[in-house]
């Protein structure tokens, strides 16, 4: 049995599988230009976040249907509760489909087909988190959220993500004070390409209440203090970090020294499909790599439902950090 987690950092878009893919281009009669899933795992050696990024979005071509996010959505609920994910916060990313001419109803009403059957179907309880593109204008996510308010009752929050340096989090200020006027809660990328003072801003002018990723704090030890004092969260994604090449490898990633210095650390898998796991695979190579024990491992379980948003069902979130302190790690 695996540690029971949240996953908080998760992009449901990049959960599609090669198989997956092929499977919904044939369904759509979408022709994608590889030839077959071998041909296309060769495409996913990254240089940065960029080339990665331009692989993301051309493979949502083949997203079109409420059955096609359904069927997404269902597939990675299938394989994190595989891997012990308990509570998953879902971003999604709706300028991406809208400027495919998929409205966000088909995206929201198809994803929720499937999340809100997860905890009878994958025993997962889920969230769901919209993004906006950060390379896209402040105009245009203003316009995405308006598109999404009749959708409210199924989406939890806002978060900000795609290519991050030289768009910083303050030119989503008004967006977001939308956002926090709605009741939505507030997270955004920072520090992952971007400097720290990104992840500084994020907090100070979009109000959010966890970074993702936030790696690069490590390196200005005022924000690092600040951080801890103000027990703000940081999803981190150890794979996603070394294919993107943010850390030259896993043996190299701070997790180890963030955790020392008291930053509440989370462990997420980003674009599982992508950067070889999900969110146990991350687990897993953490400890295998970064020789954590298994005591680190149950604070970074029991951080993941800490830092969850699970204020509407504080039962709920006792009932999980329980089965965190219940578990028993294998012997090897
Ligand atoms: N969109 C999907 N994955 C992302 C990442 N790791 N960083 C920024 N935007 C993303
Ligand atoms: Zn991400």
Redesign the pocket.
């Given at each position: 049995m695996p540690l029971p987690k949240a996953e908080l950092h998760l992009?449901v878009e990049?959960t599609l599988e090669p198989d997956l893919a092929f499977e919904l281009a044939a369904r759509n009669g979408v022709a994608l230009p590889y030839a077959d899933t071998e041909d296309l795992r060769t495409a996913y050696r990254f240089e940065d976040?960029q080339s990665f990024?331009n692989l993301?979005y051309e493979l949502m071509a083949v997203l079109r249907t409420e059955r096609d996010f359904e069927d997404l959505a269902n597939a990675y609920l299938a394989r994190a509760a595989a891997q012990g994910v308990r509570h998953a916060e879902i971003f999604f990313d709706p300028q991406a489909h809208l400027a495919r001419g998929v409205a966000m109803g088909t995206v929201v009403e198809g994803l929720w087909r499937a999340l809100g059957r997860s905890e009878e179907n994958h025993g997962v309880s889920t969230q769901l988190i919209l993004c906006f593109l950060r390379d896209e204008s402040a105009e245009s996510a203003l316009a995405t959220l308006r598109a999404a308010e009749p959708y409210l009752d199924r989406i939890s929050g806002v978060g900000l993500?795609?290519a991050?340096v030289g768009h910083p989090p303050a030119k989503f200020r008004e967006v977001y004070e939308a956002a926090a006027a709605l009741g939505l809660r507030r997270v955004a990328?920072a520090g992952?390409e971007g400097p720290p003072e990104y992840i500084t801003e994020a907090l100070d002018v979009l109000g959010v209440e966890r970074i993702d990723h936030g790696l690069r704090c490590m390196e200005d030890p005022a924000l690092v203090e600040r951080l801890v004092r103000e027990r703000i969260p940081l999803t981190l994604c150890p794979l996603?970090n070394v294919r993107?090449r943010t850390v030259d490898t896993l043996a190299d990633h701070p997790l180890p020294a963030m955790l020392d210095a008291g930053l509440l650390c989370t462990v997420n898998s980003?674009?599982p499909a992508y950067f070889g796991g999900y969110a146990g695979d991350n687990f897993d190579a953490v400890r295998g790599t970064l020789g954590l024990t298994g005591e680190r491992l149950r604070e970074l379980a029991r951080n993941s439902f800490v830092a969850s948003f699970l204020e509407h069902d504080e039962e709920r979130r006792r009932r999980y950090l329980a089965e965190v302190e219940a578990y028993e790690f294998p012997k090897d």
């Open positions: 992009h990049g976040l990024l993301y993500d795609s991050e990328h992952e996603s993107l980003d674009d």
